[in-house]
């Protein structure tokens, strides 16, 4: 049975919330068979989801999945200006609206407006910054029983310390991730209720300080305070995880340059207060891996033993963290690591 569909959905609303993104608002009956569960919409923690862009604004394809791997190869077969583009987006935010008299789900989709002067944005951030409310758009989604599409690890988390570390695509779903435990929203964990982190340290960079702007992060950044002279904005979650998030405006600087500094001053600390180094560490127990030049995608294991290292960027950003991790002593095991793009190349 397949575990994807294809549903079509109304674009309810447009909001910039900072320099560089932008959020779109999708609802329909159709997202009713994505796999909610008893608590129905509302944060997935780093959730996402397939948007399929036409090649003419509000056009609609023939999308069949249901032989998954006969419509992939006719898909990627096809030139896209007839069978258009898959782009991946974090699911930012579920709720429900009232649409036509029905109460139906609503999905928050943030857009980051990438592009140079030369080749301008690709599809996806095309769409982001075009699409108008009352336009049709169609989505891939999980579906039925299926699980969510995401990394997060819930179990992985519980009662840890947790570092989040990431670029602006990442920002939907680490701010995702931030809501859903100060709302007590479970996303894997089942029937089990796992203790949330005891602390959680996020870095995000944004390309200009017009994007470090509290609308486009967690809502829990609104009640958050800050020493002077100290970036990190504080904040207590309702589950008791006590947050410290930074923003880093990458500006004129090159690409992943301030989370590397970060990152390293994080690794440093924790050497100062007399962390023990891994034991060194051996064969196909430390994670799941899919690493290949074309996707970096690697998952912590979920017998993970120190804290827990969430980082997602750019693909050669993003292994260059882990890196840094890795030879500072921290377990593979315990690093999440997901290339959300890669530089010069279109992603799906
Ligand atoms: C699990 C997952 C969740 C994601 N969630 C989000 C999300 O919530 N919001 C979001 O905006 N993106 C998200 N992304 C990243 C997004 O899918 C990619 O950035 C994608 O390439 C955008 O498609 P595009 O059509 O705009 O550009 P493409 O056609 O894919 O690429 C065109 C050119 O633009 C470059 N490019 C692509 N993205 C960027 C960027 N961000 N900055 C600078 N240059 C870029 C490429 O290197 C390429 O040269 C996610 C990716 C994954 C895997």
New binding site residues.
Partial sequence: MTQLACVSARVTGTERLSEH?VRVRVAGEQLWTMPWGEQGPGPRA?A?LKVL?PPRRGQLLDVDVSDVARWRREFMAAPPEQSG?I????V?GATTVDLAGREVPELA????L???PE?G??????W?ESTLEGEDVQLLVPTGDAAW?A?WDEHRAAGQDVVLAG???????VAAIVDGLDQGVRVQAGATTCAPPRRLEVAVEVPTGGDAATAAGPRALERATSSPGDRALRVRLAGGTELSWTWLPREDRARNLALELWLWARLCERTRRGWRRAEPETGSAHGTAAEDPEFVWNTASTEGRGTYWFL?A?SSGVKSLRRMCVSAGVSRGDISF???????????
């Fill in positions: 993104l780093d996402y862009v583009w782009r991946t987006y974090t930012r989709i943030d857009v980051v990438h592009g140079d080749h944005m690709g599809p996806g951030a095309a982001g599409w990394a670029d602006e695509t990442a920002l939907p779903a997602a750019e997901m290339g959300y793009w890669r530089l010069g190349a279109a992603t799906e």
